[in-house]
């Protein structure tokens, strides 16, 4: 049985796949190109691949009887993978949920205080060597602490956002998902986005990628939201119409945005890296050692689970 992961991965989780498995790992971080995907398809039974690896239809369409069986995804966004097509082709595929929340929660509140509190901005003043020293009224940014917040998406890490929001900022959390949620604390549901856009001071997405949600703010959403509010991406880029977001924030119809997520990732437009009030984050939502180590653990998890006949912990469906 031979596996393939398609990046470099933390040094225990590549020790285990070495120890435990007839492994070769990839020793680039750039996405798979098409003949390497036709390679993992063909050449390997189980694939980690991950975040950039595009196995769309067409792929699995060019290889009608794949010799690989499982896709364990390095993540828990999995948009990058027809999985309807995938399955159609025998090749199952698995995520790796829960242990990229917090991690992911914590970035979106990075995003969310830089943004409010002008930190990139501040950060660019001390560096340039201009800045001139405090006064009363240098940098003003807006207060985060007892604001309302709307939260896009409220599963694992929209949850995690609503909680930090709640109990460490005292904010009113307000949200929308496909259905209502019991949660441990107060939270208004408000199905319909528009209305929840207009009526928060942050609005937070925590959404799938993928054709249900692409574009899902638009400029109907952008421009139904404060003057004053601010956007924060940590779901997928395509989840914003980035240009509609580009001209809100160029209108005025918003007051800043923090993304840590790109429409067509790695490219970021000029003109959002030209403005100050919008933060820019390299996709850090599950960049520590820590948290990359466990979802690496958690692919292989569902490796031996599949080699050994056990039901895969974290199976996808279509
Ligand atoms: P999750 O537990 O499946 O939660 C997704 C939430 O989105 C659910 O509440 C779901 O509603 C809601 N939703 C789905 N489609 C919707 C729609 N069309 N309209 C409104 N709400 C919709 O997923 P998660 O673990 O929180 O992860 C969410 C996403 O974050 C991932 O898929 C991934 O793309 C992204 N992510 C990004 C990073 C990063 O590095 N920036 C890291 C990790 C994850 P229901 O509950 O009602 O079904």
Known sequence: ????????????????????????????????S??????????????VPTLGDLFSADIF??????????????GVGYNHIDVRAALAAGV????????????????AMTLLLATARRAGEGERLVRSGQWQG?????????HVTGKRVGI?????????????????????????????KELEFPAEYVPDLPAL?????????????????????????????KPSALLI???RGEVVDETALIGALQGGQIAGAGLDVYEFEPEVPAALREMENVTLLPHLGTATEEVRTDMGNMALDNVAAFLNGRPLPNAVTA
């Open 1 to 32: 049985m031979k596996l393939w992961i398609t990046r470099p991965m933390p040094p225990a989780v590549e020790a285990r796949a070495r120890a435990d498995f007839d492994a070769e790992i990839r020793d680039s971080n750039l996405p798979l």
């Open 152 to 180: 896009v998406g409220m599963g694992r890490i929209g949850q995690a956002i609503a909680r930090r929001c709640h109990f460490g900022f005292g904010m009113q959390v307000a949200y929308v998902a496909r259905s209502r």
């Open 233 to 235: 991406n940590i779901a």
């Open 61 to 74: 369409a060019a290889v009608p009887q794949p010799r690989c069986k499982l896709l364990a995804n390095f």
């Open 34 to 47: 098409r003949d390497e995907m036709h390679r993992a398809l063909t050449g390997f039974d189980i694939v």
């Open 197 to 225: 856009a207009a009526s928060v001071d942050f609005l937070m997405l925590a959404v799938p990628g993928g054709a249900e949600t692409r574009h899902l703010i638009d400029a109907l959403v952008l421009d139904a939201m």
């Open 92 to 107: 199952q595929v698995t995520n790796t949920p829960g242990a990229v929340t917090d991690a992911t929660a914590d970035i």
């Open 134 to 142: 405090w006064h009363p009224t240098q940098m003003l940014g807006q």
